[in-house]
């Protein structure tokens, strides 16, 4: 499998909990290689923790409602990341160890982050908004 690759362009800055970095880093050392979990892999290694507390502006976690443009379809979608058990399409809840999710983690509104996938398709996503509220938008 040819691993999946982010553009050459710079990459935006991530942001990351503690918490939900070590819930994260467990999950890929168990996981079978997928693209998916080698972005996310590779996206924790360059993600800067912050303090669960911390007064940062919102950025795209576990539990948080994405507001995202795909570049590629022009469409804009709402979801909400979930851990892959929690992962439901009908409820618009999306694992965050799915191109996707993995691709969205970390990013703050404004952000766009672009990868290159197996068939050689380039995916670019735009966050419109975030919400980290984990009762907003309760199913």
Known sequence: MTK???KAIRKPRLLITTQDHA???AMIGSAPTSAAAMLLEDELDRAVMVDETSNTRPFCRIGSWVTYEDHSSAQIREIRLVLPADAD???RWVSILSLVG???LGLAVGAEFGWIDDKGRPHRLKVLDV???HDAHAN
């Open 23 to 25: 819930i994260l880093a």
């Open 89 to 91: 399409i009908d409820k």
């Open 131 to 133: 919400v980290n509220s």
């Open 4 to 6: 999946t690759r982010s």
């Open 102 to 104: 993995a691709s969205l």
